[in-house]
């Protein structure tokens, strides 16, 4: 069935460095797209959202680019700080209103 | 704290129990999920409710697990005759449907509900 999928299971970054984490999706028909924080025991943490109608949006330290063409989202991290060692899940929905549909994670190591 | 609340935290149990957890949604949210992750996986959806109508179930949600929220507010999500297969964190979920502001259907999670059965 399709699923959103992950490229890289890990990741490691130096703190202050920027970080980039991707993710490839298979469903077309998706209509939004979130991206989740979570910590060790805890539940997934809100990030940020993006429409499939848009392709970039930016949050504080965070921004979501969004490639419909190749199916691609990424999360991007400015000046990674080791508070954001973390798994990070793509996460899609096919319309703003629906179930979330998960996929396998990032895990992000900040190094100090 | 407005948060998603769950109960209990940790569950051990041994095969063949039964076993509920609890969730509280953030006050006003109409739309409850269960989801289930294992260690090194996504949450996987189990189950939806809007108010207290259940609208949607996964394959995953076998005849022993039952789920209700029969006020609209907390929900239950009961496993019967558990299995070590069980074993996992049970997440809860809230959001807003319908509302009137630009968020969308953002949807909050709990800190989940660990189970181990023995």
């Known amino acids: 069935g399709e699923s959103v999928g992950l490229h890289l299971p890990t990741l490691s970054v130096q703190e202050g460095d920027n970080s980039i984490i991707n993710c490839a999706y298979s469903?077309?028909?998706?209509?939004?797209f979130i991206w989740y924080k979570q910590e060790s025991g805890k539940g997934p943490q809100f990030i940020i959202d993006i429409r499939s109608n848009m392709d970039k949006r930016q949050g504080q330290r965070v921004t979501v680019l969004l490639n419909k063409t190749v199916k691609h989202l990424s999360l991007q991290i400015a000046a990674t700080q080791p508070g954001d060692s973390a798994v990070y899940f793509c996460a899609e929905m096919k319309t703003s209103y629906d179930k979330v549909i998960f996929g396998p994670g990032t895990s992000l190591s900040v190094i100090p | 704290d407005t948060g998603v609340s769950q109960d209990p935290r940790h569950k051990i149990t041994k095969r063949g129990q039964n076993v509920t957890f609890r969730c509280d949604p953030i006050?006003?949210?109409?739309?409850l999920y269960w989801y289930r992750q294992t260690l090194g996986q996504g949450p996987e959806f189990l189950t939806y409710?809007?108010?207290?109508?259940?609208?949607?179930k996964s394959r995953l949600l076998s005849d022993r697990f039952s789920a209700e929220r029969p006020k609209g507010s907390f929900s239950t999500l009961e496993i019967q005759r558990t299995e070590q297969g069980d074993s996992a964190m049970y997440l809860c979920a809230s959001s807003l449907f319908g509302g009137q502001d630009n968020s969308g259907n953002t949807i909050y999670f709990g800190e989940g509900s660990w189970l181990t059965v023995v």
């Open positions: 006050s006003e949210h109409n739309r």
């Open positions: 409710f809007q108010n207290e109508a259940q609208l949607e």
């Open positions: 469903n077309s028909a998706s209509d939004y």
